[in-house]
């Protein structure tokens, strides 16, 4: 007799899946979760990349309890608090050199939406108002609200709310496995960076306020790891054209790839960073925006206050999770062990390209990417009605294994891929079950051979 009853249609829960019928979650521990039925899932994604430290972590629970006894909430115009203090500290302390203001929030879309309000906010205050553009990439999520949507490019998400939604220029990003530009590296040259560079001369320099862009791709884009020079290229474009660079790395950031962050890889800094899900391991809601001493501080010469304000942000209890997650990532080495892992875990999903639909495997650190091609010669994607990557990541859950699916980046329609990113305690026999498990649920959708099948 089971214990409890798997909800779906009929409860109060506006669920997002309207169709899908959701197991009951009840307890996870490392980079297992387990449902009221006794099954357990092999949690391979971290949720959505967010449970880098793995599950059940008791510290960070006793640090949150602790915290909300003591004093769960004060508002951040109001107040400043200790775990507020020490927690910009410690993450200043990891952040790319030169980020040492920190503004506390509780989801990713927010932290990029406050980015780009202050990089608005800047230029206004440096007496240039005209610089009013926010350029982005071609693919790209930067989150859910209205302004994240427009920033970001998957049609899927924007197209009941067109009305509202504004248009952003756009240039290619260094999808090298699928260059947008039909070129091949290092041949190339980085010529998807020249293109900042083209879009900056077509819309006129004083109209542009900031470059915003992730410096690995996370889900979309697919893991992709741009090019060495592409950043520090960057770098230097913004630098010689008064171009603020904003890096999401809402996703990439707090050590998923190896490093504390991703731009530490290419040994460039942008001006403006957000990150989010990892930064509290999902022990509590929280994001950041970090940003360089000048921008605020010539917000600040010029007598004014930064523009952005939400009840939420900087509450102590969200923050006390925060702190005491930076405080295990460095106390257990676990950055290190992310980065120790990651070879493992591509070298195992390496494996799966034996199976004709999977065209490329890709990642650093513990994010990877893997993306489906019906046509693995002309790099073919399956359209996007056959929800190729969706059914994977389908049979991979009734498999017990977590992954997240990702559709749509071939060509803003098109494209399949599924994302990994275990948490950094993942060992090798868990490494191995995810491979294996993936693999299985591949050949569920695209048929025993691996490569049929797809177009359901
Ligand atoms: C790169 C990136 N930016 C922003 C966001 C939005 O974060 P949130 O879902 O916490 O609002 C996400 C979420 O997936 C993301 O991957």
Known sequence: MPRAVRRAAGGHVLHRRLHRTYPVAVRGRGSWIEDDQGKRYLDAAGGAMVVNLGHGRAEIARAIGR?????AYVNGTQFTTEPLEALASALVEVAPKGLTKAHFLTSGSEAVEAAVK????YWVERGEPGKVRILARRPAYHGNTIATLSLGSRGTYRKYFGEWLR?????????CWRCPLDKAYPFCAVACADELEKAIDALGEETVA????????????????????????????????SILWIADEVLTGM????????????????????VGKGIAGGYAPLSAVLAREEIVGTIGRAGHDFQHQQTFAQTPVICAAGLATIRVLKGRRLVERAARMGPALLKALGGLKRLECVGDVRGIGLLAGIEFVADREKKTPFPREARFCERVAEAAFERGLIVWAQGGDADGVDGDSIVVAPPFTVTSFEIGQIARRLEEAIRVVAGPGGGRGARS
């Open 210 to 241: 900031a470059f915003l862009a992730e410096p690995v791709f996370g889900a979309s884009g697919a893991a992709a790891v741009p090019p060495k020079e592409y950043w520090p290229k960057v770098r230097e474009i913004c630098d010689r054209r």
């Open 118 to 121: 202050l990089a608005l906010q």
């Open 255 to 274: 050590g998923r790839t190896g490093k504390w962050f991703a731009v530490d890889y290419y040994g460039v800094a942008p001006d403006i960073l957000a």
């Open 167 to 175: 248009g952003v220029p756009r240039i290619a990003g260094p999808t």
């Open 67 to 71: 915290q909300a006894e003591r004093l």
